[in-house]
């Protein structure tokens, strides 16, 4: 579970970033989680994807905020189990909010992600998700609020309009302390897969300009889908015990606007 950190090991700084790295690596060469999913990604869900392949998951995006003034909100919505592999999500505008509501989790996960991404009326009236991305002060206070828990913080954002412009924000998170990124490969122009393909080379482009670690989201909801990107990225799959995710090959056009198995790629 994540725990404060901050010590030389052996000459390495053994940090949240050096936390996180470990635990990637202790999950192994294959590692595809459960992307975040409000009203998808509950632990009944989850617990079907660990079974069939998934190492590891997001929450659903909760609101920091709730978490901290509200005594039962996360009884009610957070549901993680003891040494799940999970990263919980949350929505912030705020670093005080932020830091609280990681105070109230860090012990039932392996890290807490932001969500730079969410892009709706809802989000833009509340400022997150991607419309906190577009105010760099308070992005800045708020990562580096997070970050200052010692709990790895990961954080997902789309493509932005162009590649220099994506690549420039992700190492502004890496320097602030960022532990992981998940990239969504298409803009929020293109807001879903009906609009766009999700743009693979893009993050490549992205993973290669950063020190920390990278999950691939988009286009990775059927099981061809994700081989496919595990050997774009260099990761071949060799088939294992278990398939790496559901079998909804038969039903993929149906299954494309449903949250059954969206997922990220860890390269
Ligand atoms: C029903 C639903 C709920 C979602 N909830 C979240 C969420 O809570 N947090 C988040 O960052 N993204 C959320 N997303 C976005 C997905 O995590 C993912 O980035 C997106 O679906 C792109 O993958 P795709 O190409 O498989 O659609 C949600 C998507 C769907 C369809």
Known sequence: MA?????????VVAGPVHEMQEWLRSLGAKRVFLAPLVGGSDLAFRTM????????????????RHAVENPNYLNLNLDTQ????????FCANNGDFFARAID????????????LSWTS???????????????PTQLES??????????PITCKLRLQASVAETIATAQRLEAWGVSLL??????????DSRRGIANWEDIAQIRAAVGIPILYNGDLVVREQ???????TGWFVRHPRNPPTFDHTKAHTATRSLPLTRANLHV
């Open 142 to 151: 708020v990562v580096r609020a997070g970050v200052a828990t010692q709990v």
């Open 104 to 115: 109230k989790v860090r012990l039932r996960c392996r890290g807490v992600d932001l969500n």
């Open 182 to 191: 998940t990239i969504e490969g298409r803009t929020s122009a293109q807001l």
């Open 121 to 135: 009326k809802r989000a833009e009236r509340g400022g997150y998700g991607e419309y906190l991305l577009k105010n």
């Open 226 to 232: 994700i081989e496919a990107c595990l050997a774009y």
């Open 82 to 89: 003891p040494a799940e592999n999970v990263i919980v999500q």
């Open 49 to 64: 994807c660990y079974e069939r392949g998934v190492v590891a998951a997001f929450s659903p995006m909760l609101y920091a």
């Open 3 to 11: 725990a404060a950190g901050g010590v030389i090991e052996g000459g």
